[in-house]
């Protein structure tokens, strides 16, 4: 059985690398370097950070990480699980539950407009008999049309010896995922999502980024980063 941590730690050693070279190098904390190299993948944010690491680390080592991600898909199930009719059935009731609590929401929203309407008519028939004939009456004011929704056009592209590790998500740290592994030395990856776009980079010096065909800079070293329209703001403790 081909033993993941063994192999990352023995070609470390073997090639004289320390951890703090090694997180230099790969852009991942050497905390997270020790726990692929114990296998324990609990210590790691959530597994598309697993797929990710173990991706860019075994890169970084000149191991080949098909190899290395193929073991880890067969002994901790990820895959196997998430491609079961189980594991589908679970995905998709995770799905549901989040429409569902935004309808029911929407419902007492709606229910509590309603009762407070009444209430305020009520109380303006029984305090007072009403304007006055031939006194004008005052307009309702119409609701404020929603903020137009703007497309966000952005553009990756992996340059360098070795590229860096990406990750893109629509909205926030718990939007949907539309990209998570390493950008590897000129490969690209476009994406265009609804007002701001949540992005995580291991390396920004290592990524050319776009914003609608305009150069983005990203300034600083790794990072998580909220990118709209008006360009890239880092998240506070990213």
Known sequence: MYEIGNSLREARVRQGIDYPTAESGTRIRTRYLRAMEDEDFDLLPDPSYVRGFLRAYA???????????????????????ALSPEGRRRAQRRAERGPRRREAQLLWLAIGGVAGVAVLTWLGIGGSAGPAPGTPTSTTATAAAPAPVQSVNLSFTGRGARGSYLEVRTSSATGATLYSGLLVPGATRAFTVPNQAWVRIGNPRLITVTLDGEPLAIQGGTGEFLITRDGATRVPGG
């Open 59 to 81: 890169s970084y080592l000149g191991i080949d990480p098909a190899l290395v991600l193929d073991e880890y898909e067969s002994r901790y199930g990820v895959l196997a699980h």
